[in-house]
């Protein structure tokens, strides 16, 4: 009779040693939404200190490339193969020349995936034990993970999307992430191409207190000679700082005034 009032009292036990997820629940801005720091201190650390200019900036050089893709490509961004390569340079050709044809912000349109992560005006996140919603404040564009074990339809990825359909799972406290059915005109990063096979994995998780992180990797068989890997990081707002809450972004009715 011992043994199954022992048992009965080991479940509560077992039970308790679970896992909670991380909340990772708020509002957040990038520590650097645009790549890696090449310098400064450490996330989280304090300000460097403010040194007066001792004379004239440095001309820039071809290791520190325009927007407008004039000064080239730097090592770490996506390896393309010829034929993405190609497009690359063609879709530079008209943003030297000032066209707007391939620039999907001037259009309202959703930056993507994963360029949407870069998050440069911040993002909230709002999170439930079936999925975790990530909200950017730039053309309020919207993607979902899904955490309730469902898997994308045929229908689904026969009509693909700028935030294409993402599933998770918790691997202790970590989220990790795979998105599936993107769009192929929106860009990795910057405006670099890629095919609709493009697939992108995530694993999120809190660098430390109030610091997130984002571990993503890009695979495309058709537009990358090799995988392509990236970090972005973002800060919690704290609550009733003024900066907890995201604006408006009224895209839209700046093209119409536009015109």
């Keep these: 009779m011992k043994l199954p009032i022992l048992i009965a009292l080991a479940i509560p036990c077992c039970l308790c040693a679970q896992t909670t997820p991380p909340d990772f629940s708020g509002v957040y801005y990038p520590i650097n939404p645009f790549g890696p720091f090449t310098g400064g201190p450490r996330a989280g650390g304090p300000p460097p200190p403010q040194a007066r200019p001792s004379g004239p900036p440095p001309r ?14 730097t090592p770490g961004e996506p390896s393309l193969t010829p034929e993405y390569m190609t497009k690359w340079q063609m879709i530079s050709k008209t943003r030297i020349a ?51 074990g469902r898997k994308p339809s045929q229908k689904v990825l026969d ?20 998105t599936v059915a993107l769009r192929d005109n929106t860009f990795i990063e910057g405006f670099t191409p890629h095919s609709d096979q493009m697939t992108v994995h995530e694993r999120i998780h809190f660098k430390e207190p109030g610091l997130l992180e984002d571990d993503i990797t890009v695979n495309d068989p058709k537009a990358l000679t090799k995988q392509w890997e990236t970090v972005k990081t973002y800060r919690r707002a704290k609550p009733g700082s003024g900066q907890d809450e995201l604006r408006e972004f009224a895209c839209a009715e700046g093209l119409g005034e536009a015109k």
């Design 98 to 148: 000032g066209s707007p044809e391939y620039d999907l912000t001037a259009k309202c349109l959703p930056p993507g995936m994963p360029a949407m992560m870069s998050m440069p005006y911040g993002m909230e996140v709002m999170q439930n034990k079936d999925k975790v919603t990530f909200f950017s404040e730039l053309n309020d564009a919207l993607r979902r993970v899904y955490l309730d």
């Design 60 to 73: 820039p050089t071809a290791s520190a490339p325009l927007s407008d893709g004039s000064r080239g490509r």
């Design 159 to 178: 009509d693909p999307t700028y935030a294409g359909y993402s599933t998770g799972r918790w691997e202790g406290d970590t989220l990790v992430v795979e």
